[in-house]
Every structure is written in structure tokens, then in C-alpha cells.
């Protein structure tokens, strides 16, 4: 039997979940990573370092929707920044704490019930390699969500902001998926 959250391939846009590692301030201000470049996730797919160049340039941030449970009738908020650093995939985003499932969705990250962050996305460009690794070299980047469970079991929120980050506590994630598949 499938796992229960693999699908069959589809024209639909793919799913990646990664944590969010969040900072999140009282007034709804999300940062985080949304991807990481050259980790091999659970769907065996490695995203590299510019596949979301062409994407961003052509969507911008307010381009790209900021989701809850990668559900289009629940969008919570809007990015600000989605910048591809030497890591990953930056992004920098306020919830709409106007909308009711926004202010839970942030009530629940500063709690840390909440901690994951998922991209869907289109594949344009990519190589399969040995061993079945798919390398992502050009993204089309729809929508970036928060979610409930990153498919990573480490992956968990590292730093809540009240304010500004805790000097202990360090910004950090690793790459979890949920390939729609």
C-alpha cells in the first residue's frame, strides 16, 4: 500500500516541505527557509542553487502565494522577500493577523505547534541522475505554505521572535518533502 501522502503523478504542481525554523514576531512577520539547496529529500529530488532565479524575477514575492496547508482557499498572509542565498531559499513574509485562520496559524508558530514550511511548485528543468536523485536546476515557484508535518521527523521550529531573535536560539532548517506524487 502507498504512503498515504504520495499521490500518482500529475500535471499538478509538486510539494516540498521544509521546516520553517521560523521567526515569528507579534505583529505576524515570518522568516525562515523555504528550501535548501543540494540536500536530497525523502522524494529524492535535490533542488540547486539559482532554480528559483527565473521564477522570483518573474513573480516577485507578492507573486508567489503564502498558503495554509497548501490550501488555495486559505491563503494567511503575503511575502515580503524570497531571496536564493548561498543556503537556500530565504523568505521573509507577514501573516494577515485581519483573518481569522491567519491569527491562529499564528498564535499556533509561537506556540511551536505549528513549524513547517512546503513550496509547490512546477519542475521546468531538472536531470535524473543514478541512484534516482531528480536535480532541480529550474523551478517555477506557486506557493509557499505553512504546514503541520514536514515529512523530515527533525524538522522543527529553531527561534520565535518576540521582537528581535534570541541570541541562543539560531535560524536553521534542513530539506523535508512531500512530493506530489
Known amino acids: 500500500m502507498p504512503h498515504p501522502l ?24 515570518v522568516e525562515g527557509y523555504a528550501s535548501l539547496f543540494g540536500v536530497v529529500d525523502l522524494g529524492r529530488d535535490r533542488v540547486e542553487r539559482g532554480a528559483f532565479a527565473r521564477s522570483l524575477a518573474a513573480r516577485g514575492p507578492l507573486g508567489v502565494r503564502f ?11 503575503a511575502w515580503s522577500a524570497l531571496v536564493e542565498d548561498s543556503r537556500g531559499l530565504r523568505v521573509t513574509g507577514r501573516l494577515n493577523l485581519a483573518v481569522a485562520r491567519a491569527r491562529e496559524v499564528h498564535a499556533l508558530l509561537r506556540q511551536g505547534a505549528l513549524d513547517g514550511l512546503s513550496i509547490g511548485f512546477r519542475a521546468v528543468r531538472s536531470v535524473r ?23 523530515l521527523p527533525d524538522a522543527r521550529v529553531a527561534a520565535v521572535k518576540r521582537g528581535s531573535l534570541h541570541p ?11 512530493a506530489d506524487r
Open 6 to 29: 504520495t499521490r500518482a503523478r500529475s500535471d499538478a504542481p509538486e510539494l516540498k516541505r521544509l521546516p520553517v525554523a521560523p521567526a515569528v514576531s507579534a505583529d505576524g512577520r
Open 67 to 77: 498558503l495554509f496547508q497548501h490550501d488555495p482557499a486559505e491563503p494567511i498572509g
Open 168 to 178: 541562543s536560539r539560531r535560524l536553521s532548517a534542513a530539506v523535508s518533502p512531500e
Open 129 to 151: 541522475e543514478a541512484g534516482g536523485v531528480r536535480r532541480l536546476t529550474e523551478i517555477d515557484l506557486w506557493e509557499i505554505s505553512v504546514v503541520t508535518f514536514p515529512m
